[in-house]
């Protein structure tokens, strides 16, 4: 069954921290892989999203996110942390065969300030 | 301007009622959803249309039908309302070929 998998329920760290969340989804041919933000009490926002080509993907805010097409990952990554990155985040996968996006069940990043 | 729009942000109702949350999306697209994110923030598709029509229909108590008008708008409708309806109702669209998704602000369903 086509799915998505995030590891990490909840993450903490501290300012200044890096960060890698992960993400696998299941094989189910040509994919495009998103990763979305949704700070408390907001509507989801993209971060950065993959399609094709290299893939090392930069987003908004500093984050980044790799696809490792033989892991069937794409971890997102962000090099140092602000308190102001506190948000839910999800990962989530289209198949080329199927018009929906999947989302992840979430990754809750705290930051102590 | 919103690209994608939902009405109401809130909704407290009680039990048994039927209520409507309407979506409306400024992009040109032809793909709407509509999304549950439970108390949990698991989101869960629920229905696409294509173009005005029906093309992903998920294990959903069929108390829950959208319609959709054109392919600007895609309203939810939900009969005789329980309390596991409570959640956050998200629209979202997308256009042709690959593209992400955008989502509305969401609807706070609150059944009592």
């Known amino acids: ?113 | 301007d919103t690209a994608v729009s939902q009405t109401p942000k809130y909704l407290v109702t009680q039990m048994g009622n039927d209520k409507s949350i309407k979506c409306e999306q400024n992009l040109g697209h032809d793909t709407m959803y509509w999304y549950k994110q439970d108390s949990k923030k698991f989101l869960k598709i629920m229905f696409s249309y294509n173009n005005k029509e029906l093309i992903i229909n998920e294990t959903v108590p069929n108390r829950f039908s959208p319609k959709s008008p054109d392919k600007a708008h895609l309203n939810l409708h939900i009969n005789s309302l329980e309390l596991g309806d409570s959640a956050v109702y998200f629209c979202a669209s997308t256009g042709a070929g690959n593209t992400e998704a955008f989502f509305g602000q969401g609807t706070r369903l609150t059944v009592v």
């Not at chain 1, 998505?4 to 993400?23: D, F, R």
């Open chain 1, 1 to 113: 069954a086509q799915s998505v998998s995030q590891h990490n329920h909840h993450v903490i760290l501290s300012e200044a921290a890096s960060l890698e969340l992960g993400c696998n989804y299941s094989y189910g041919g040509t994919v495009n892989l998103f990763w979305y933000v949704q700070y408390p009490g907001q509507h989801l926002q993209l971060l950065l999203k993959y399609f094709s080509g290299d893939p090392l993907v930069k987003g908004i805010k500093g984050f980044e996110a790799e696809f490792i097409k033989s892991k069937f990952s794409f971890n997102l990554r962000k090099p140092s942390v602000q308190w102001s990155d506190t948000a839910e985040y999800f990962c989530a996968v289209r198949y080329s065969s199927a018009s929906k996006i999947i989302f992840g069940s979430g990754t809750r990043l705290s930051i102590r300030p």
